[in-house]
């Protein structure tokens, strides 16, 4: 398998939290995480739902369910929570992309195109290239030559969304190619390199 112990751990403990504390949504949120993180989709979205229904101000903050939504193919649900999430982070590029990526599989690549929300503000560089490639500004040679001045969080990044963006045009050996990179090559300590574990597993991409 490719979680650690340390997954299981933080699932017992996120269990006992919540034996504990039935009421905090927050406990919820971070088992959620842990559940993604661990290939659960179902009981990822079960604990986002509850922290929800326990204080439904937090709906718009609620980006790891887009998450879970799209491997649930689940894609209207998550078109539609990243965009309820870009109502208070507007300039945030992943929430845009992960909205087109749902709405890839709904309506095709060009609708999902022409629906791009524009961002313009996200302070990492790596991300605004990401987002040009996707509004069809430039190209994937692009992406990577920015991710490399970066490092290997740049390359992490510029990988796994070159991958997903094969995904959606369905071209699956290069979308393959490059969500293993990302996963195998630049491990970095971030849920969305989890993601990409989540990807690989979930794909049978071994």
Do not use: A, S, Y
């Given at each position: 398998m490719f979680f650690s112990n340390s997954l299981e751990s933080q699932l017992q403990n996120w269990n006992g939290i919540?034996?504990?504390?039935p009421k905090n949504p927050n406990a919820y949120i971070r088992r959620g995480m842990?559940?993604?993180q661990m290939a659960k989709i179902d009981e990822s979205i079960q604990d986002f739902d509850t922290a929800e229904q326990l204080d439904n101000r937090l709906k718009p903050y609620l980006w790891q369910r887009g998450l879970s939504y799209y491997y649930a193919e689940r894609f209207a649900e998550g078109a539609q929570q990243f965009e309820i999430d870009l109502t208070v982070n507007a300039q945030d590029v992943e929430e845009t992309v992960w909205r087109y990526l749902c709405m890839a599989r709904l309506v095709g690549v060009k609708e999902a195109r022409n629906s791009l929300l524009t961002v313009k503000n996200d302070p990492r560089r790596i991300m605004q290239t990401v987002y040009n490639l996707y509004a069809g500004n430039c190209t994937?040679?692009?992406?990577?030559?920015?991710g490399k001045l970066e490092g290997d969080r740049g390359n992490f990044y510029s990988h796994l969304y070159l991958g997903l963006y094969y995904e959606a045009e369905n071209n699956l050996d290069l979308a393959q190619e490059y969500i293993v990179k990302a996963a195998d090559n630049y491990k970095i300590d971030d849920y969305m390199w989890y993601l990409a574990q989540v990807h690989k597993k979930l794909r049978a991409w071994a």
């Open positions: 919540i034996r504990n504390q842990v559940n993604f994937p040679d692009d992406v990577l030559t920015v």
